[in-house]
């Protein structure tokens, strides 16, 4: 990554670990009943949705999932926040499923999960 302000090149640590222990804790402690983003499989509601979130990668299929349960959570509190008291907060967001102002909706599915049929093409 390199600094707007210098122009230097700096080293960005991979915080998602740490957020995603952050996450767990909050719901092992809080949500005991949610399903672990450690143990699940992700997909989207709509094919809309799969679009929108895959837009990045060009011509790959969107295909049918199946799965005996899954949970809608708001994939824009999955960032690192200002300190880890925001972090936890954000954590009770997601497992509560609020949604922010701007969600990013994702289908946390329970393993295992059945490939259907192909949808659409982003």
Known sequence: MIDASTGNQVTVPNYEPVLEFIFELV???????ALSRLTSFYGCDTIQEARQFACKYPGKP???????????????????AATPIHCWE???????????????RECVMELPITIGKQVATV
Not at 27 to 33: D, K, W, Y
Not at 90 to 104: C, D, L, Q
């Open 27 to 33: 719901r092992r402690l809080e949500f005991g009943n």
């Open 62 to 80: 969107i295909f049918e999932l199946e799965s005996n349960r899954y949970e809608v959570r708001d994939m824009a509190y999955l960032a690192l």
């Open 90 to 104: 954000n954590a009770r967001r997601y497992w509560s499923g609020m949604m922010s102002a701007n969600p990013k």
